[in-house]
């Protein structure tokens, strides 16, 4: 009987080490190839499924595939499409099937956030509904650290670590200023609902840097807000303000809001820097920069956190082991054992206890006026974010490697998506 093949895709927003995830799973796949066949992997996360637009990973070379470890960005393309319920989407699934047959395909991992695990819970349940016999592991990835039921999330600790070191350098030009120009820099960081990247900016606290945190977790309260930074001007004469993108009022409307929503139905969010700049411009006169890291902290693989980068990998092996041990519907999760030294061992989680479910800051992490992070949120942090794991460099660039993503050979009629 021939081995099944497995398909890996990647889905919603790359990280810095998603890559590192994919390296795990073709690298542990091949080294149990008396068991498993080949990696498939779906140009454009689940819509190469659809569209039967399959990579055969057999086409490239161990050293290829070891330098997608150090490589940033999403190797196989990546995209926004949830599917709908069974019910209202046969047309889909059964699309899905006809794939995985006509390929051999008897393992499915779907690498991203809780979306994704929506999606990969979905691919389970169908493998039931139509009896076909199809083992789908979530693999956990998310810049916003917003998955439950594991202690972090790979993709977290290298934004955690690119946020914390510019928050850190910008602080330092600011104060080299601060008596003659500027006061007060606000930097933006992605978090839509839960402030983990924002709280990393709060880690320059213990470098002597004045520092405030906005969080989606503590409603937006100009009138506080504005007191602290006036407090902390005339204290030190310059501060920083971190702010997160899903920074809101108390009546849920976000500092700043663009309006269209994506493919998952969430709100594009971006200029809450330039809002609460403003505010100190006209609330207290101080002159200020401000910046958004937008795709820049996701993307840093330069400054990438080896605890980050291992993880990664390893959740992407992990996934492998479970599926091989015949489980389907789970994530591996990573589960610490301490802080220091920081230690840590894989777990897993059923999938119906992770789609669609949002892990939040708790409030202990966060300061009692709302406005920094605590010291058992800096125990949190500190091992994340620990450790260089830089690329190889040539002529003062980083080397990252292309892949050639050679296609499969098409086998079923042309699908389309709408």
Known sequence: MALKNAFYAQSGGVTAVINASACGVIETVRANRDRIGKVFAGRDGIIGALTEDLIDTDKESAATIAQLRHTPGGAFGSCRYKLKSLESHRREYQRLIEVFAAHGIGYFFYNGGGDSADTCLKVSQLAEAM??????????????????????CPGFGSVAKYVAVSALEASLDVRSMARTSTKVFVLEVMGRHAGWIAAAGGLVEDHGIPVVVLFPEIPFEEEQFLARVSELVARHGFCTVVVSEGCH?????????????????????????????????????????????????????????????????????????????????????????????????????PLTEVANVEKHMPRHYISEDGFGITEGCKRYLRPLIRGEDYPKYKDGMPVYVTLKNVPVRKKLATFDLH
């Open 131 to 152: 009896d076909y016999p199809i083992q789908a592991i979530h693999i956990p990835k998310t810049v916003d650290n917003d998955l439950p039921l594991t202690d972090c």
């Open 249 to 349: 009022h108390a009546d849920g409307r976000y500092l700043a809001q663009q309006g269209p929503r994506d493919a998952f139905g969430h709100e594009q969010l971006g200029g809450a820097a330039p809002v609460v700049a403003r505010m100190i411009r006209q609330g207290l006169g101080h002159k200020f920069h401000w910046a958004v890291a937008d795709y820049l902290q996701r993307a840093a693989r330069h400054i990438a956190s080896t605890t980050d980068a291992k993880q990664a990998y390893e959740a992407g092996a992990a996934a492998v082991k479970l599926a091989l041990k015949g489980h389907s519907a789970v994530m591996p999760t990573i589960e610490r054992i301490s802080d220091k030294p920081y230690r840590y061992r894989f777990g897993m989680a």
